[in-house]
């Protein structure tokens, strides 16, 4: 009895010390099919110079390639924005993605992008935002910031805009500071957002004193007095200036979405429309700013079929299209159109998708082609 038990034991170690060697083995050979697929895998290359053929200089789009972990698909979506007639695109570069700790940063994605970016023509404008964990107290969003640490904000914006000097030559500090989410839910301030303005500016010029600074970025809002969800823009825009914004941005950033009115729409303080867009340009007249010039950073119209903010299809493109020919025969105080979306990584599965301008798989939605065809048709 004894030796069989003794037996047992010997042949469950052996087998034990088996399946251990088998697994070891196995992690062997996947971790070398890894390797090898990776030496591979054929590599993303630049390609040839380019350039924007478009005959409205002001088309631009934001892209949204935040997320985006393949790089063919960073060079796929530049190279569509530019052959969709784009030379301008927006594009988000969170702060918590790149330093990861104090001092230590990941640039790899973002060298992706902005290469890609200037290979293919495109003028980027990085928005800059999204606050790392070991810059805000504990149990906060990444969109909160203290006023202590307004200055490692500005150095990391310093920072973008040294190693990316030649290459961006426009940077957006923050976006829609009038609204408590985008704001981490403290209540928006004008004076508070201007000293974050205030500490960013000179940081950014000491070392790259061509790069133009836009401020703003406002939701078009009509939150009346007091509301815990943010701050009407044309409220919030005076009152940056009262606080003295005026001395560190070179461009106001607006947003200007369309909702369900026609691009022709007159502005109404009531009304959030695509001419709201010229009540935030008074208010730069008034305050002595007719100088400084504007670009819009997001905007444009949804055609969801079931949201009540949104417009058909063929109206879309309509509305867009002309919305283009307003900023370039109209605004001569308005250097770009960025509207949203150009692509998302994948499906938001929401009515953001009705944003969009092509498909996650690249396809082309209408209004793509007919972009393309208006940007291209005088040309010919």
């Avoid at 007719?290 to 119209?301: D, F, L, V």
Wanted: a neutral charge; hydrophobic letters at 45%.
């Amino acid at each position: 009895m004894r030796r069989r038990r003794y037996d047992a034991g010997v042949n469950m170690l052996r087998d034990r010390r088996r399946l251990s060697l088998l697994l070891l083995v196995g992690l062997l050979l996947a971790l070398t099919g890894i390797w090898v697929w990776r030496l591979y895998l054929p590599k993303v290359v630049l390609g040839p110079q380019q350039t924007v053929q478009t005959i409205n200089p002001k088309v631009g789009i934001h892209t949204r390639l935040t997320d985006e972990v393949e790089e063919w698909k960073i060079k796929r979506t530049l190279e569509m924005v530019r052959e969709m007639g784009a030379p301008w695109s927006v594009e988000y570069f969170p702060w918590a993605y790149i330093e990861e700790a104090p001092g230590r940063y990941n640039w790899v994605h973002a060298d992706q992008v902005v290469a890609h970016a200037n290979r293919q023509g495109v003028t980027l404008i990085a928005r800059l935002g999204f606050v790392p964990a070991w810059a805000r107290p504990k149990d906060t969003t990444p969109l909160y910031l203290d006023e202590a640490r307004f200055a490692d904000f500005g150095r990391f914006a310093a920072k973008f805009a040294e190693r990316y000097r030649g290459k961006v030559s426009y940077v957006i500090l923050w976006n829609e500071p009038n609204l408590a989410l985008e704001w981490g839910y403290a209540a928006p301030d004008a004076a508070k957002y201007t000293a974050l303005l205030r500490a960013a500016y000179p940081l950014i010029k000491a070392v790259a004193p061509e790069v133009h600074v836009l401020a703003g970025a406002l939701a078009p809002t009509l939150a009346p007095p007091g509301s815990e969800f943010g701050v009407n823009d044309l409220v919030f825009l005076q009152a940056m200036y009262d606080a003295g914004a005026a001395a560190y941005f070179d461009i106001l950033a607006i947003h200007a979405y369309g909702w369900h009115f026609e691009p022709d729409s007159p502005p109404d303080p009531e009304v959030v429309n695509f001419r709201r867009s010229e009540l935030l340009r008074d208010i730069m007249v008034k305050n002595g700013d007719a100088a400084t010039p504007a670009i819009i950073t997001e905007g444009g119209w949804n055609d969801h079929p079931r949201w009540t903010r949104a417009v058909r299809p063929a109206q879309r493109i309509v509305y867009t299209l002309r919305a283009y020919d307003i900023a370039l025969q109209e605004w001569p105080w308005l250097d770009a159109l960025c509207l949203w979306v150009f692509r998302f990584p994948w499906d938001q599965n929401s009515y953001q998708d009705y944003f969009t301008f092509v498909r996650t798989d690249f396809e082309p939605k209408p209004i793509y082609t007919e972009v393309q065809r208006y940007t291209h048709e005088l040309a010919r």
